[in-house]
């Protein structure tokens, strides 16, 4: 019989990873040292447990499949908690294998180090965060086992957790027979695709939403193609950004409520049928509404679910659906609504003006209109709603959970999964946090674009609360720091420097390039100054109408 540790390999590589990202440690180490040897999947290390989390899951969400983080017992994987939690808060299939105590050691009676409380506080802690969980006790048992989770994962698009006891890496087990995936039942999904039909034709001004689970199921070209069938216009959430960035007929811009363009809030808003695809009814998606959407008028498809006003179809996977509704969908008698493709700023002028977000924007603009789009990796903070400015293309970004030192992990992860040159923006604040992963770009052959926002700030925490001094940051020098970790490193302070940097950072090959673009504090993007207008309007309707209203 085949070792338990390679029958969880092949499984992983059966069931759709791509990649392995981990840091070695005592109780995971005969694991690593078979993920070495057998190169079934391609084994990065990084510094840091939260940035391996953060690297598999920008895989994950690129590739659309699985992505495996490998840590070690107690000190390791709960480090790897917060990057756990925001996959789970933003529905991407992780998978996380923690080494563990082995079976004689669990039968010691000796307090095991790196043991918070008991041997099974670690699996009760990952019970929250993940949709399924197995401990890999018994060999004989760990193919059905195996198989278990890695279907929750693929089909909730979900992380999941896996613990393996170190004394057990070697033992015999059955090779894994992945489950056949749950599939709709088929006179439930005639129902509800007939159901959502008939609501669109009767619809007067019918729009489609699409967020991150499109991506998550592979689904996105069946979206565009039901659009185009139904002459539907396609409008992106926030956290959805990036959605469809090889299709642009379809999409007519992102809603951002009051922070977005006019034409786009109305689309949405003044809608009588919104179909929601695989969107998170999330503050970040919808804080800044200036009218809030009436969901019985709705068509909400998400986690499985089907929500047609107070009609309730469960077990409807979004895949399903989409082949349902185009199998039956005829063209629509309306002319599909046209709408000019958002306006980017783009142009810079390369002058001696001090920087802002938004001349970041516009440089990375023309950046892609001479060499072509670049996958981005976006950290939270100002960053993010800099790149609402930016042409659409693919991006990576926790907009949600909102977990700070994601970009420069995930950048990583994205030049994995694409085996493309990423772009990273990042604020110093998280660059603080996880920047030094940019060391390993030499190891790899990496050489992403990275450009920190630096206004020495918690910037977009000022923007709520300008008068605590704990927003300061010190002026770290990234560009630096950038030669001693294997890099190139620019500092730009004005518009002509800034555009000089991105061009030679882009002609830079074979090493990172970082750019760091200091700003004033108290400066913003753009869009930023209008999410934070619309969030204290939003706020202050809700004081005075009450939550009822």
């Known amino acids: 019989m085949p070792a338990l540790g390679q029958v969880l390999l092949d499984a992983l590589k059966t069931h759709g990873a791509g990649e392995i990202f981990g840091i070695p440690g005592d109780f995971v180490l005969p694991f690593c040292r078979m993920i070495e040897d057998s190169a079934t999947l391609p084994f990065y290390t990084l510094s840091h447990e939260p940035a391996v989390g953060f690297a598999a899951d920008a895989a994950a969400r690129f590739h659309g499949g699985l992505s495996v983080a490998v840590v070690t017992w107690g000190a390791g994987a709960l480090n790897l908690v917060n990057a756990t939690a925001g996959a789970y808060a933003e529905r991407v299939p992780l998978v996380v294998i923690s080494g563990a105590p082995g079976l004689h050691e669990r039968a010691s009676g000796w307090q095991l180090h790196h043991m918070a409380r008991t041997l099974d506080t670690q699996m009760r802690i990952f019970t929250e965060i993940t949709c399924a969980q197995a401990n890999l006790l018994d060999p004989s048992a760990a193919a059905a086992e195996i198989a278990r989770v890695l279907r929750a994962a693929r089909e909730y698009s979900l992380p999941v957790y896996l613990e393996l006891p170190r004394d057990l890496v070697t033992a015999g087990a059955a090779s894994v027979t992945p489950l056949p995936p749950r599939r709709a039942d088929p006179e439930a999904l005639a129902e509800c695709a007939g159901e959502i039909l008939a609501r669109l034709a009767a619809a007067k001004q019918p729009v489609m939403l699409v967020d991150v689970e499109l991506r998550r199921y592979g689904v996105e070209r069946a979206a565009a193609a039901l659009a185009r069938r139904l002459g539907l216009p396609v409008v992106t959430t926030f956290m ?80 399903d659906l989409l082949d349902a509704l185009l199998a039956r969908a005829a063209p629509a008698q309306r002319a599909g609504q046209q709408f000019p493709p958002p306006r980017y700023a783009h142009g810079l002028a390369a002058d001696a003006a001090p920087l802002t977000p938004s001349d970041i924007a516009c440089a990375v603009n023309d950046l892609f209109a001479a060499h072509g789009p670049m996958p981005i990796a976006c950290d939270m903070g100002d960053c993010l709603f800099t790149a609402m400015e930016i042409a659409n293309s693919r991006l990576v970004a926790p907009g949600y959970y909102a977990g700070m030192g994601y970009g420069v992990p995930a950048g990583l992860g994205v030049a994995v999964a694409t085996g493309e040159r990423p772009l990273i923006l990042v604020g110093d604040g998280a660059f603080q946090m996880t920047g030094f992963e940019l060391g390993n770009c030499r190891r ?106």
């Open 444 to 549: 790899y052959g990496w050489d992403p674009i990275v450009i920190v926002f630096n206004n020495a700030s918690w910037e977009m925490l000022r923007v709520f609360q300008p008068e605590s001094r704990f927003n300061d940051l010190d002026d770290w020098g990234f560009a630096r720091l950038a030669e001693a970790l294997g890099g190139r490193g620019m500092r730009a302070t004005t518009r002509a420097e800034l555009a000089a940097a991105l061009a030679e950072a882009h002609a830079t090959r074979g090493r990172f390039c970082l750019v760091e673009a200091m700003l004033p504090r108290g400066t913003t993007s753009d869009t930023l100054a209008r999410f934070v207008a619309g969030f204290k309007a939003a706020r202050l309707r809700l004081a005075n109408d009450g939550p009822g209203q």
């Open 240 to 319: 959805g950004r990036g959605l469809l960035s090889q299709g642009p007929d379809v999409i007519a811009g992102t809603y951002l409520g009051a922070a977005g363009q006019p034409a786009i809030t109305r689309l949405v808003e003044d809608s009588d049928t919104p179909l929601l695809l695989g969107v998170i009814l999330s503050d970040t998606n919808f804080a800044v509404s200036e009218r809030k959407i009436d969901m019985r008028r709705a068509i909400l498809a998400t986690n499985r679910e089907v929500r047609i006003g107070h009609h309730v179809y469960p077990d409807v996977p979004l895949a």
